[in-house]
């Protein structure tokens, strides 16, 4: 017998999951774009290095935007509609890219893509919220897997289309990820938050049935954001006292330094350089830049294979276990690379040396994938309590913009600064470094409810009779 609630939830996720295909193809298409940019053959556009390098990392300036915008405007007017206009901006980004006749409209067109990565922590709350607590996880990792589809798709399509014909394709999946958020209900706990709780209750047993499990759990939520809302009505003030309450606030405060700290592991393992210069990289190593885009296509795939790899992990083991070990080994994987670079550049003679650095990155990639970047979005979508649902991301984009803005855009400086091995060691180092830090500050989240995971952050302790008042 089916289970029409799991398949309502997949619903939800196939919006989800559509925009992340669309969004990743337009975040990727600075790889594609750069060596068409930079070759002197070229009959289209072309740009110095110094412009190309602005154009992979100017969507940060637009990214922090989005974050300031997105939040609030999530807890204003719900996720079901916010969603929905994240799709029409990726869907707008693309065609001004398609149609893009000089450096000024790529540079718009890259420009309105940041606001996505504005959306990036969103997309990953709304799936946790809109999913049950057994499969929350599992839908968090769906929405990875369609990322590195998207980023497949585009280094693959690059070897027969133009960039402008990748483009256009990309539009179709914006345009179904609208039609099927469309028809989405508003999220209980957005409902719950608002006071609007007959609603509440009419989605929450839309997406999750009535058994006696979810009733109590649909309790504690109406009880915990009532409490939330009559605390916030006795705490109206003006912005610079709600800030200083944000400073003070232990129940923002640690979710907040976790979500760095997590951030700036997941930015230096190479989520987002590595993508975005993965061709540069390899033809630095192997020296051809044929084989170079076969091994970019290659390790699309190893990383499409680890995301559903990590559907296992996530299920088997505990969320700090898998962060703090895959962390390790990749940091420790990465200082290796370096240490190979570094010895392929003394004997230029050994070529297998070159073979032997691919193989120890296309692991650490692998390892990376498995564990570290999953289930370290999955904590964030989790971690922030229910009233920091629009702030907490806001501040944590600063974060990401941040680190995501130093990589792309002084990874090639880096590079030619100190070497290849001298940027894998550096990320490599920074990498266990937070790894050390995780293991003390990070918190454990596997298979609970939301509001199990507010209540520990704020080291509140809920009864059973507390739940039954409401």
Partial sequence: MYDKYFLRQCFIASGIIFQAFCGSMSVTLPSVLNPILLSPNTSDIKATSYEVSWLAACNSITGLVGYFVLSPMMQKIGRKMTHFSVSVTVAIGLIVLALAKNM??????RLIHGLYLGSIFINSIIACEYSDPKRRSYMVAIKKL???FGVLASHTLALCWTWRQISIFSIFPAIIAMIINWYWPESPSYLALKGKIDECRHSFYW???????KEYELRILIAAQTETRLKNKLNKSNMVIQLLHLCRDKAFLKPFFVTTVLLLAVDASGRFYFVIYVTQIIKEIVGNESSAAYCTIFFDIITIVAIFASLFVIHKFKRRTVICCSGFMSGLLMIIISILIYLKSQFVTL????WIALSVIMIQNFITCIGLIPISYNIIGEIFPLEYKGSGPSFSGISFMTFYFISLKFTPVIIEEIGLQGMYFMYGLSLLLCIFVLYYILPETKDKTLQDI???IRGIKRTTVEASKC
């Fill in 104 to 109: 000024v409209m790529l540079f718009i067109a």
């Fill in 146 to 148: 369609s990322v590195s």
């Fill in 207 to 213: 997406l999750h049935g009535k058994s006696g499990e």
């Fill in 351 to 354: 070529l297998y040396l070159s």
């Fill in 454 to 456: 507010e209540d520990e």
